[in-house]
């Protein structure tokens, strides 16, 4: 086994903040009451910290490092079908993906949230209901995502929720790493 440093602090505390504003507002804030607006405010500059941290922070951290490459999608849903163990010490193809469907599904609730509560927009429809369609997609996609990294954990060795909260991926001397 060896132990690599990859998720910063700033990663880390983002990673968990966000699940939480998300769970908060989803599961256990009343809609309609301000502390939900409020939540919504910090789920959204958590975004915005993180999309600028995407630009200038550690290397694992930046958009750049995880935009996967031509054939990067394929050879990882090959790998998963053909049950090789490889993995990647930072964001996997379909882990990049994953982020950046929750990182466009937190703006988009933030901004139908945010119109909501607009002139213009109080009591519009079709706003409403798209916040409660994005809120629902975001919804499918963090349990996407759960399956996913338990499954990732199971296939290749590599505790992804503990790497998550340590910043350290330790990955089996029989895996094959991808940097």
């Keep these: 086994m060896t132990r690599y440093k990859v998720w910063d602090p700033a990663i880390r505390v983002f990673h968990w903040a966000l699940a ?4 908060a ?22 975004v915005g910290l993180r999309i600028l941290w995407g630009f200038i922070g550690p290397r694992h951290a930046r958009f750049a490092s995880f935009i996967p490459g031509p054939g990067g999608v394929t050879r990882q849903i090959t790998d998963m079908a ?19 469907n929750l ?5 988009a609730i933030g901004a139908t949230g945010y119109l909501m509560t607009t002139n213009a927009f109080w009591g519009v429809e079709w706003v409403e209901e798209a916040h409660e369609a994005f809120v629902l997609w975001a919804e ?25 909260i340590t910043g350290c991926k330790t990955v089996p001397d029989d895996v094959k790493l991808e940097t």
Excluded at 20 to 23: L, N, Q, R, W
Excluded at 103 to 107: E, K
């Design 82 to 100: 053909l049950r090789r163990r490889r993995t990647h010490l930072g964001h996997s193809p379909l882990g990049a993906f994953m982020i950046a």
């Design 25 to 46: 507002n989803a599961f256990l804030i009343d809609d309609d009451a301000k502390l939900h607006e409020w939540v919504g405010y910090g789920v959204m500059a958590l």
């Design 103 to 107: 990182l466009l599904s937190m703006l």
């Design 140 to 164: 499918l996609s963090v349990l996407a995502h759960v399956a996913a990294v338990v499954l990732e954990s199971l296939r290749t060795g590599v505790n992804l929720p503990r790497a998550m």
């Design 20 to 23: 939480a504003g998300f769970i």
